[in-house]
Structure formats: structure tokens, C-alpha cells
T-cell receptor
Framework: TQLLEQSPQFLSIQEGENLTVYCNSS?????LQWYRQEPGEGPVLLVT?????EVKKLKRLTFQFGDARKDSSLHITAAQTGDTGLYLC???????????FGKGTSLLVTP | DTGVSQDPRHKITKRGQNVTFRCDPI?????LYWYRQTLGQGPEFLTY????????KSRLLSDRFSAERPKGSFSTLEIQRTEQGDSAMYLC?????????FGQGTRLTVV
């Protein structure tokens, strides 16, 4: 199993602040996905990154895939209360089928 | 709604009883996954189907667990002789490319 470490585990910030969360592994992934999950619901796909060094933007969210395809970051600009949730990264292995998930970063944005 | 559908959303059962969950994937997706998620953890892979063939099973899938996908459409996950440790959110996902789309999950509580 290729392990993904996410940091920080918990993050509490005020509305309007910026933040970055990280997803690191010693293994190379063919692609990496970021999901957001709200309590009692399934994860919702935010983005997939495939190419080393790739940067993707989704409104106030910026995702980066490391050059070696072992790590990724998610940066949120001017956080809003609606950004509150569990952010999960998941790597697609080079062999096998299943996505390997990190434990997630639980983000709380307060007014 | 053409997303992944899971039924039931919640299930409370007594220890020792059998339970069955259903997943209806996105219709054009031939790959289907079952994951389990406990509090504070990311989803953990249980099993994978390509069409009706079960191609991979995790070590987490003990002999009390069985999954089927007749005709390559919907899938069922059965847990026999439930134990308290089976309490978790059971998530189904269907996939196209490397992007997995999750259902809302079935929350199982074994009392």
C-alpha cells in the first residue's frame, strides 16, 4: 500500500484568511485526486492532477502536483465558511486498481 | 440525478445479524469500488469490480463480507454475523478514467 500523509490534520481559521494543506508520499502516483467531504456524505471530487508540476485552479482553490508526482498541495485563498469540510487526497497507484486515501485535513472556517 | 446512489443511507442492526447494502453506479461506468470509512480516517479500499468481475479484494474483506455485481450494473455488499467493529460508513464509487465518483454512503451502526 502506498501511504499518503496529509497535514495539518486539523485547521481552524477565520473567514478571509488563506491556507495551504499538504499531501505527501514516498511513492509515485500516476495521478492524484483531491476530494472534499462533509459530515455524513460521500467525498466529492474537486480535481485530478496527472502531470508532474501541474497546477490547476478552481475558483479560489489552487492545486499543485509535485514534479516527482509524490506530493501535492491545495491552497485556498480568502476562505469562506462554505469551505468547511474534510479535504482528502487520493493517489492512483501505478499497479492495482484502488485509490489510496490520506486521512484528510479537517478544515473549519469561522465567520 | 445521474450520480452514484446508495441504499439505505443509514442502517442500525444488532450484533450477529446480516445486512446488505446496494449501490447503483453511474450508468456508463464499468468500474465499481466499495470502500469503508471510520471516524477520523480516509476511505479504505474493500473491493473492486470491472463489469461483473470482482478483480481485487482487500485483506480488510473478511470471509463475513461478500460483494456481487450481477450483470455488471448495480452491486451489493453483504456483511454476515455483524460485529461492533463493522460500524462504519460504507462508500461505493464508480469510475471513469482515474476519477472516482462516490455515493452518499451507508452509515452502519452495530449495537
Amino acid at each position: 500500500t502506498q501511504l499518503l500523509e496529509q497535514s495539518p490534520q486539523f485547521l481552524s481559521i477565520q473567514e478571509g484568511e488563506n491556507l495551504t494543506v499538504y499531501c505527501n508520499s514516498s511513492s509515485v502516483f500516476s495521478s492524484l485526486q483531491w476530494y472534499r467531504q462533509e459530515p455524513g456524505e460521500g467525498p466529492v471530487l474537486l480535481v485530478t492532477v496527472v502531470t508532474g508540476g501541474e497546477v490547476k485552479k478552481l475558483k479560489r482553490l489552487t492545486f499543485q502536483f509535485g514534479d516527482a508526482r509524490k506530493d501535492s498541495s491545495l491552497h485556498i485563498t480568502a476562505a469562506q465558511t462554505g469551505d468547511t469540510g474534510l479535504y482528502l487526497c487520493a493517489g492512483a497507484p501505478n499497479s492495482g486498481y484502488a485509490l489510496n486515501f490520506g486521512k484528510g485535513t479537517s478544515l473549519l472556517v469561522t465567520p | 440525478d445521474t450520480g452514484v446512489s446508495q441504499d439505505p443511507r443509514h442502517k442500525i442492526t444488532k450484533r450477529g445479524q446480516n445486512v446488505t447494502f446496494r449501490c447503483d453506479p453511474i450508468s456508463e461506468h464499468n468500474r465499481l469500488y466499495w470502500y469503508r470509512q471510520t471516524l477520523g480516517q480516509g476511505p479504505e479500499f474493500l473491493t473492486y469490480f470491472q463489469n461483473e468481475a470482482q478483480l481485487e479484494k482487500s485483506r480488510l474483506l473478511s470471509d463475513r463480507f461478500s460483494a456481487e455485481r450481477p450483470k455488471g450494473s448495480f452491486s451489493t455488499l453483504e456483511i454476515q454475523r455483524t460485529e461492533q467493529g463493522d460500524s462504519a460508513m460504507y462508500l461505493c464509487a464508480s469510475e471513469t478514467g482515474n476519477e472516482a465518483f462516490f455515493g452518499q454512503g451507508t452509515r452502519l451502526t452495530v449495537v
